[in-house]
């Protein structure tokens, strides 16, 4: 509806579901740590609150249009990468760049594996200290 609305068109090619896998994969590693923070500290309702509006920042800025000297830190950012290149499939019509899809499989893993790994110790720091039970 918002396409009929605004007269502006997506495009929905089929590699666009690469760059929204590296998304989901920065996404799920942000929830990971969020996750273990709230398996030790149970109440973290203030602080979910707070950082629900980060994906949509991070989602919502255009790095890919920053300078250089930015632009190394948009790619350490979480979800950046995917979320330029599917801007750039979806909105702008360019191709597939490998060299950014590269960057941001690897920034999405990364993400995602620190995530896994902050659960798995706060997962073993809750069941040393008893307080799994409620899980």
Do not use: C, H
């Not at 969020?34 to 973290?44: E, H, I, M, N, P």
């Amino acid at each position: 509806m918002i396409m009929a609305f605004t007269g502006s068109r997506l495009n929905f090619p089929p590699a666009l579901l690469l760059p929204l896998v590296t998304v989901l994969l920065g996404a799920y590693g942000i929830a990971l740590t969020l996750g273990s923070l709230a398996l030790l500290l149970k109440r973290v309702q203030q602080l979910f609150a707070i950082i629900q509006f980060l994906p949509l920042f991070l989602l919502a800025t255009p790095t890919e249009t920053w300078t250089e000297p930015l632009q190394f830190l948009a790619n350490l950012l979480p979800m950046t990468p995917g979320a330029g290149l599917l801007r750039d499939l979806m909105a702008r019509g360019e191709s597939l760049n490998f060299t950014n899809l590269a960057i941001a499989f690897v920034n999405g893993g990364v993400y995602f594996a620190v995530g896994l790994l902050l659960f798995r110790v706060a997962e073993r720091a809750a069941k040393k200290r008893g307080i799994l039970s409620g899980y």
